[in-house]
């Protein structure tokens, strides 16, 4: 199975600043099949990104992923209120489907 | 809009059994791959089953084979998980999500808000 490390495990950020979290695969992703999600406090993921790169119908664009083989990144440009939640990547690319552990952005 | 609403959880005792149903709406539900996910308290996402859009095939995590099973009812747009022998470490929110699948692998669109279960004595 593929192992998706997310770091760091907590991010402390101010509103308007810039997040940038890391998912890295135990080996490659086929066609960098891989997805970020949001999840809010008390609430269901949200899909973010497709592809690796590829925003979600909805997404402000302020979301952005980017990366390829085993190294993928998701970057929130401007920081908002509704923007403090945990997020997770999810590998598509083989057999079983397998999520990271999360990164929690905070409020600094 | 797409709407996924799960429904039958509970508290249940170890080695008990419990039918998770979800009611999708807003979309043509028999033309999806859909899935169940799920999430241990505090803990992160874990992909439970998938089922192909006419239900003739089905996926689950190894852990869980043999004693979870995902069916649906495309006439009733609803998904079903039927879970037996339940352990504490099956202690988790269960959400419904409509899937995208790629080349055999999938990944989730739209989630339902999710049903809560509780395996204790």
């Known amino acids: 199975d593929i192992v998706l490390t997310q770091s760091p495990g907590t991010l402390s950020l101010s509103p308007g600043e810039r997040a940038t979290l890391s998912c890295r695969a135990s080996q490659s992703i086929s066609n960098n099949y891989l997805v970020w999600y949001q999840q809010r406090p008390g609430q269901a993921p949200r899909l973010l990104i497709y592809?690796?790169?590829s925003r979600a119908t909805g997404i402000p664009d302020r979301f952005s992923g980017s990366g390829s083989g085993a190294d993928f990144t998701l970057t929130i440009s401007r920081l908002e209120a509704e923007d403090f939640a945990v997020y997770y990547c999810?590998?598509?690319?083989?057999?079983?489907?397998?999520f990271g552990q999360g990164t929690k952005v905070e409020i600094k | 809009d797409v709407q996924l609403v799960e429904s039958g959880g509970g508290l249940v005792q170890p080695g008990g059994s419990l039918r998770l149903s979800c009611a999708a709406s807003g979309f043509s539900f028999s033309r999806y791959w859909m899935s169940w996910v799920r999430q241990a308290p505090g803990k992160g996402l874990e992909w439970v089953a998938n089922i192909k859009p006419d239900g003739s095939e089905t996926f689950y995590v190894d852990s869980l084979k043999g004693r979870f099973t995902i069916s649906r009812d495309n006439a009733k747009n609803s998904l079903y998980l039927q879970m037996t022998s339940l352990r504490a470490e099956d202690t988790a929110v269960y959400y419904c999500?409509?899937?995208?699948?790629?080349?055999?692998?999938?990944?989730?669109?739209?989630w339902g808000q999710g049903t809560r279960v509780s395996v204790s004595s």
């Open positions: 999500a409509r899937g995208v699948r790629i080349f055999g692998v999938v990944f989730f669109e739209y």
């Open positions: 999810q590998q598509y690319g083989s057999s079983p489907e397998t």
């Open positions: 592809g690796a790169s």
